[in-house]
């Protein structure tokens, strides 16, 4: 019994450490975030435009004096998150495109994805072509939105530059820079 119980321990601490790595943002994810943030920071204007900004997005409790802090580390958990979703998502759908383009002309199939050495392998190869295609698409889609966002802050800083007054309740400016945002997503969705 004792040994049945030392294994067990043994294999769940085994398997804690990976679990947590593959929700923990890569340094590539860090940067790309630092790099958004002082974006959105230099196009939101001020200190209290930026955080408000960044308060729009987070659950924390955003200061001015953490909000370049909280925006890093929200966007680059999200862009983690969304790049384990989305590379699992490009596979996933990868592998139906394959499948449907197997089905409906195999002779194509095979001499697009394999020939000679190659033929057994035609599946895979058409897989890890389309997989590698969904991702990039992703992330064009991604940068667009971080983009849309930043145009959203510059946008809301020049309103907030002609009427000052609209922009007096709490969190205003976020509140505009996250709805502009999610307008611009949805039109250029829709073009």
């Known amino acids: ?3 049945l119980f030392t294994l067990c321990a043994v294999s ?26 002082k974006e959105l920071k230099a196009s939101s204007g001020s200190a209290a435009n930026f955080r408000s900004a960044v308060d729009a997005v987070t659950t924390a409790k955003v200061t001015k004096s953490n909000a370049y802090g909280k925006c890093v ?23 139906k495109q394959c499948k449907a383009e197997r089905t409906a002309d195999p002779a194509a199939f095979s001499t697009k994805y394999g ?57 205003a400016f976020g509140k505009c820079v996250s709805k502009t945002a999610k307008e611009r997503a949805e039109a250029r969705k829709q073009s």
């Open 73 to 95: 580390s929200f966007y680059a958990k999200q862009a983690s998150s969304e790049d384990a979703k989305q590379e699992k998502a490009a596979k996933t759908n990868a592998a």
């Open 115 to 171: 020939s000679g050495k190659n033929a057994k392998n035609a599946y895979g190869k058409c897989v890890s072509q389309k997989a590698k295609a969904n991702k990039a698409k992703a992330d064009r889609e991604d940068k667009a939105e971080k983009q849309d966002r930043v145009n959203a802050a510059k946008t809301c800083k020049a309103a907030k530059a002609a009427t000052p007054g609209a922009f007096s309740t709490p969190n």
């Open 1 to 3: 019994m004792k040994k």
């Open 12 to 37: 769940v601490a085994a398997l804690v450490p990976a679990t947590a790595s593959a929700a923990t943002p890569s340094p590539t994810d860090f940067k790309n975030a630092a790099k958004f943030c």
